[in-house]
């Protein structure tokens, strides 16, 4: 039995990133482990008890949404954080999870290199972890609502089984939970999306016609 922490990264208290990272933990609790899962930003005023629950822990896992090809700005502000104590970092197993819109999983994978990097500088042994696509589809609802969900449930609990064993994970898990999209589809999405974005800007006023600021010349 370890002692297991799991840490949510986004904003959203109840959005797709709590989603699994609940469901990890619900597959480890199952398996004899003792979990705790901390959402980030409300600890951030006060980080005593996360700095804490870190201390405690044997194991590390970190979830959270890809924003802009990583995790959020927060995710630095923690990292951060547990480098300047890095007393309280002893050889914990460091896993992340994290997702975003974009169905393929290599557009994610930046995060999880984050938190390699991270392990190699601050005494924590990262093992690998989860990369899912199209998570903003499913806006904190049970993967079972995923176009791949049953594949994606399989993957993640396989994903699971090897924390509880406390073993490296490898990537070929998440890439054959990754979703292929056909190409006619992937065009009548980006048709779609395009049309909201210019429905979006045309109802704050703004001309999504005339010349970007960024390429006028001085």
Do not use: W
Not at 197 to 214: H, T, V
């Amino acid at each position: 039995m370890r002692n297991i922490l799991l840490i949510n990264l986004s904003p959203r208290t109840q959005g797709t990133s709590f989603m699994l990272l609940q469901k990890c933990a619900d597959c480890l609790t199952a398996g004899g482990h003792l979990t705790k899962l901390i959402h980030l930003y409300p600890s951030l005023k006060d980080k005593t008890q996360l700095l804490k629950a870190v201390n405690a822990a044997d194991t590390l896992i970190l979830g959270g949404p890809c924003y802009v090809n990583t995790y959020p700005a927060e995710t630095l502000t923690l990292l951060e954080e547990l480098s300047a104590h890095k007393d309280i970092l002893h050889g914990q197993s460091l896993y992340g999870i994290i997702q975003g819109g974009m169905p393929y999983a290599h557009t994610h994978e930046s995060g999880l290199a984050l938190l390699e990097i991270f392990g190699l500088k601050c005494n924590v042994n990262y093992k690998g972890g989860f990369v899912m696509g199209l998570g903003a589809m499913l806006n904190g609802q049970p993967l079972e609502k995923l176009l791949n969900g049953k594949t994606v449930i399989r993957q993640f609990e396989i994903f699971s089984e090897h924390i509880s064993r406390d073993e490296n994970t490898p990537k070929e898990d998440y890439f054959k939970a990754q979703f292929h999209m056909p190409v006619f589809i992937f065009r009548i999405m980006a048709l779609g999306m395009n049309r909201r974005i210019k429905k979006d800007l045309q109802k704050r006023g703004i001309d999504f016609n005339q010349k970007s600021p960024y390429l006028v010349e001085d």
